[in-house]
């Protein structure tokens, strides 16, 4: 197993093909793929994935590279786009064995850097759980605030929250930043 990357040995690009394996390795139980994907059905499958791809948009990759071979350990995406207006960033997922080290920070920085200097929008969404709390944690720290609180059902009929965070382009700017 790779040990930890550091923040200085990720890197990102497009998602390929050959990546869908490992990134449905991603969810270990079906109550974490609903949280990464709520629409999937456990297990993940490559073909749920390659479903979704065409109502997304930049799919990507956080990678991390060891002894010459480089290994995808995240994933994130745009669920939703609108030329101009806004994105919402999707289905952010990490290796589990390497949670906690970065990895989900280095990416969604990555996609909150594209859609602000690339795409210039002025505004940003994303949608989390209440009960992932790690996560919550991340986007406020990245300056994400909650802006609408949803009900939602679980896949075993449980009432659950579902937050809506926004962050504008002008909140971004004075973000601490990672290259996109």
Known sequence: MLLPPPMDTLSHRPLADADI????GFP???????????RAVWPLTPDQIRATLDSRRDPTVATVTADGRERVVGYANYATFEDGRTASIGNVSVD???RRR????????????RA??????????????????????LYAK?????????TRMT????????????LERAGW??????AA
């Open 142 to 150: 990245l300056g994400m605030t909650p802006v609408a609180l949803e």
């Open 96 to 98: 589990p064995a390497l």
């Open 28 to 38: 270990r139980t079906a109550e974490e793929l609903y949280f990464l994907f709520p």
């Open 116 to 137: 602000f200097d690339h795409y210039r929008l002025p505004d940003l969404t994303l949608y989390c759980f209440n009960t992932n709390t790690p996560a919550l944690l």
């Open 155 to 166: 896949p075993q009929g449980d009432p659950i929250a579902l937050f809506k965070l926004r």
């Open 173 to 178: 700017a004075s973000a601490p930043r990672i």
């Open 21 to 24: 394996p490992a990134v449905c």
């Open 102 to 113: 970065g990895i989900a920070e280095y990416l969604v920085r990555t996609m909150i850097g």
